[in-house]
């Protein structure tokens, strides 16, 4: 919650204020999700062990969608401000395409920030 409302602050103007954010196991085709009617976000596990830049990344998507709820280009412009939008977005296509070849995540190469 402290990550969400300096990443809402930073990026955002402070209109993003989820009531609750968690870890959750059972995303196993999302990094993250937000039910913006109540106000919500789940972020996968799977999420935790990579760098914070990436795992700020998808908290300030799904913080994104408390604001717009699609991916049209009012929601892309909520992003454009933070500077690692892009690369955060080519690692987890990279790991997403890793991990649908078969290569599990402890046999990964270690990930630095």
Do not use: C
């Not at 989820?18 to 059972?26: A, T």
């Not at 049209?72 to 690692?84: G, K, N, Q, T, V």
Request: charged residues 25%.
């Amino acid at each position: 919650m402290r990550r969400a409302g300096e990443l809402s602050h930073s990026y955002l103007s402070g209109k993003a204020r989820p009531v609750s954010v968690r870890w959750v196991g059972n995303q196993n085709s999302r990094w993250g999700s937000a039910t913006p009617a109540e106000r919500t976000i789940r972020l996968s596990d799977k999420l935790q062990g990579m760098p914070a830049w990436v795992v700020d990344y998808v908290l300030l998507h799904e913080l994104s969608h408390l604001l717009v709820a699609g991916h049209d280009a009012s929601f892309w412009r909520l992003l454009e401000a933070y500077p690692d939008t892009d690369r955060a977005k080519a690692f987890l296509e990279g790991v997403s395409y890793a991990t649908s070849r078969g290569m599990p995540a402890e046999e990964s190469p270690p990930v630095e920030d």
